[in-house]
């Protein structure tokens, strides 16, 4: 390395930490002042690219226990990288890297009342790192850990045909690294944050980790939680099986090796009453990635995709055939309704309110509807219209026209009556696995342990919103409806409300209706396919579209159909990705009303996306899952 005219190679003489820095003490005199945390020690070779004082790169030089290599392991500059993470119209800038100092370690650490089970950075025994999560409007949002792993594994011996003792004497227990924990707050774990943390500590397990001069060749994670959050599997990880159940604790033996010493070790019960876990790995080697081909098939690596169509479950469409809607008010006469009505002219015929003027919609089995407009435009009463006995309404509406094919057994609406007596995650799928009840929590943006233990009165109004909403998905019903949707939400949260209900919609195959006075926040998240806009005086504005999803073969054949009056205008068709971000393939300028459009693509280039998604200047479209 050394022979580089760029760079050069000393030894390290001395180390001083503290919480702010590392000061290394070079074997030419020099002294260098890292961040904190640093994984070197005196005796260890360091490259600096060009020199001592100015530097662009800095590498420990270490000859690789395992493989005999002469291999480099970054320690400057400090991992840091930035992702942009879209909840449309939202953006989220995401910094994820190294801690620099005591006071950002200690804002990371408030996050620990998210996590339930080894609080404190030191029960975590052996080499340890930290990856912070920052957003660059809210701070330290989420962080996550990478250490040396726990030696007593079953699927590890299987899956590298060894014993306890074999992986101790041969360094590979120094070879494999492991994330014991991911924190992220609970506001933002509906955005796919926490699989970003862990592909960002794969990645620098294999730029900035070794231990004891061994470079790692798989990242592993061993929890419980593994089963009700799928975010591994999301980044990569394979599950291999499950861990053994035992009772008596297993003590670590401290040295210089993967264990490093700990003064109150005593504290701690390592490794006690351990349960039955799931074990699942990341092979960062060629030869590792071929041994759990061995063990869990060929098809475990191979990326295919699947086309993820709806079984709707409403059997016929929703009608409204030029429905008029005039409130009549009855309010009685008062002494001040008398002055009212004498200063302002108001007389009896203007006590008739219309709403809803030659209103046509056609709703089809599958559809998301979302019905805007102001206050007093008539969203509410055109959601009664399909909520409420006609008989009922009667007596305080005055309707022409025609609505066909409702059936009020078939319509869920959003309500907060609940049982206040039951935690949340007791109220919701009912007699079914409580994975699917947390799953549908989760999608909600009910993401916090805490809160699945939690009773509705115990939670916040914004949350007591999102469970109303996990109640609605609940129902089981071919069509939910909710008014005033996500408007106690802020902006942001509102946009993943949206996202997730809309996945939820597609997944059960439910019709879903929507109404809200302020769509800006959201509406390019919930991707309505159609759009209704009321305005005072009756007239509506409605913009919708349907798109048919075929394969044939290899290929994706995608039909456009604009179903409105007006035409569709600058229609973009792209893949997204976890992170949300939209790569368009295909523009439309326009499609006129009553015409179609055909887009045929190669599958092939959807591999590692999440799906495909459509979307006009009208603020409708369509999402294809994969």
């Known amino acids: ?53 100015y530097f662009s790169g800095i590498y420990k030089i270490i000859n690789d226990r395992t493989t005999g290599e002469i291999k480099k392991i970054k320690l400057y500059p400090p991992y840091c990288k930035k992702e942009v993470i879209h909840v449309p119209p939202h953006k989220f800038v995401v910094t994820f890297r190294e801690r620099l100092n005591y006071h950002d370690w200690g804002k990371a650490k408030e996050l620990e009342q998210f996590h339930y089970r080894g609080k404190g950075f030191n029960k975590i025994v052996g080499r340890r790192t930290a990856l912070i999560a920052e957003d660059e409007k809210y701070g330290i949002v989420g962080f996550g850990i990478l250490s040396a792993t726990v030696p007593a594994v079953g699927p590890r011996f299987r899956l590298f045909n060894c014993n306890f003792t074999e992986q101790m004497r041969s360094g590979l227990i120094n070879q494999i690294a492991r994330i014991p924990r991911i924190v992220i707050h609970p506001e933002f774990r509906g955005m796919g944050l926490g699989v970003l943390v862990v592909k960002h500590l794969v990645q620098y397990a294999k730029e900035y980790w070794d231990i004891n001069n061994s470079t790692p060749i798989t990242v592993e994670v061993i929890a419980a939680m593994i089963e009700y959050h799928k975010f591994f599997e999301k980044a990569g990880f394979v599950n291999l099986g499950y861990t053994a159940n035992y009772e008596k604790s297993m003590m670590p033996r401290y040295g210089s090796g993967a264990f490093e010493s700990r003064q109150n070790f005593h504290n701690y019960d390592f490794m006690k009453q ?38 709707t479950k409403l059997k016929k469409p929703m009608e409204f055939k030029k429905v008029c809607v005039t409130y009549k008010v009855k309010n009685g006469s008062t002494k001040r309704t008398s002055i009212v009505k004498e200063v302002f002219g108001v007389d009896s015929e203007q006590a008739f309110s219309t709403v809803i003027k030659n209103f046509s919609l056609i709703i089809q089995p599958g559809d998301i509807v979302l019905i805007t407009g102001a206050s007093g435009s008539g969203k509410s009463t055109v959601l009664k219209l399909l909520t409420s006995p006609i008989e009922k309404l009667k007596r305080e509406i005055k309707m022409t026209g025609e609505i066909t094919g409702h059936d009020l057994r078939n319509i869920a609406v959003l309500s907060t009556h609940w049982d206040e007596s039951l935690p949340l995650v007791e109220q919701v799928k009912k007699g079914k696995d409580i994975k699917e009840a947390i799953e549908l929590l989760n999608s909600l943006g009910l993401t916090e342990a805490y809160l699945y233990i939690k009773h509705p009165n115990q939670i916040s109004d914004g949350q007591r919103y999102r469970f109303a909403m996990a109640k609605l998905c609940d129902s089981e019903k071919p069509v939910w409806i909710a008014d005033e949707f996500v408007s106690t939400l802020n902006s942001e949260m509102a946009a993943i409300v949206a996202k997730g209900i809309r996945k939820l919609a597609r997944k059960y195959g439910t019709t879903l209706i929507l109404a809200a006075p302020h769509i800006t926040g959201f509406v390019q998240s919930l991707l309505p396919n159609k759009l209704v806009r009321l305005t005072w005086g009756g007239r509506t504005i409605i913009h919708s579209l349907k798109a048919n999803y075929t394969s044939s073969g290899k290929y994706l054949i995608l039909k456009i159909f604009n179903t409105c009056k007006y035409p569709l205008t600058s229609i973009n068709i792209g893949k997204f990705n976890r992170k949300g971000g939209f790569g368009v393939i295909f523009h439309i300028e326009k499609i006129l009303p009553g015409k179609n459009a055909i887009i045929e693509t190669k599958l092939a280039q959807f591999i590692g996306f999440s799906g495909l998604k459509l979307r006009t200047a009208e603020n409708i479209g369509d999402v294809i899952y994969f």
Do not use: C, W
């Open 274 to 311: 351990q349960k039955p876990k799931p074990y699942l790995v990341y092979p960062l080697t060629t030869q590792v990635k071929n041994r759990i081909k061995e063990m869990a098939g060929d098809k475990v690596f191979k990326k295919e995709i699947k086309i993820v169509l709806p079984h």
């Open 1 to 53: 390395m050394s022979k580089d005219k760029e760079s050069v190679t000393l030894e390290i003489e001395s180390v001083r930490k503290n919480g702010n820095y590392t000061l290394l003490k070079l074997n030419n005199g020099d002294e260098v002042k890292l961040r904190p945390y640093l994984y070197v020690k005196p005796g260890n070779r360091i490259e600096f690219i060009p020199n001592t004082h």
